[in-house]
Nanobody
Framework: QVQLVESGGGLVQPGGSRGLSCAASGSIFSIYSMGWYRQAPGKERELVATITSGGNTNYADSVKGRFAISKYNAGNTVFLQMNSLKPEDTAVYYC?????????????WGQGTQVTVSS
């Protein structure tokens, strides 16, 4: 069983910073990439940032230059540093892992953590 445990959400003022962390654990055979997606009320889930096992990163245009994704702990932990936050960044942020376990290759998801940007 694979688990993704997220932490770091909360309330932050516009222009502020926040960090999100996600740790993957369980019967993981390999990790191809990890990343973050978000879903705002009434909107579809969208990609925020991903990082591959080789360290290649990909960002949504809306967060380029403000957010930075990194990985550590042998690649099973990913951190998203969010700077210059805007009200439109308000969403539930979901950790994602593209990896393999006993049941094969899947996209695994965390439970989500709320980030609210408001004064």
């Amino acid at each position: 069983q694979v688990q993704l445990v997220e932490s770091g959400g909360g309330l932050v003022q516009p222009g502020g910073s926040r960090g999100l962390s996600c740790a993957a654990s369980g019967s993981i055979f390999s990790i191809y990439s990890m990343g973050w997606y978000r879903q705002a009320p009434g909107k579809e889930r969208e990609l925020v940032a991903t990082i591959t096992s080789g360290g290649n990163t990909n960002y949504a245009d809306s967060v380029k230059g403000r957010f930075a994704i990194s990985k550590y702990n042998a690649g099973n932990t990913v951190f998203l540093q969010m700077n210059s936050l805007k009200p439109e960044d308000t969403a539930v942020y979901y950790c994602n892992m593209d990896g393999t376990s006993h049941s094969g290759r899947h996209y695994f998801w965390g439970q989500g953590t709320q980030v609210t940007v408001s004064s």
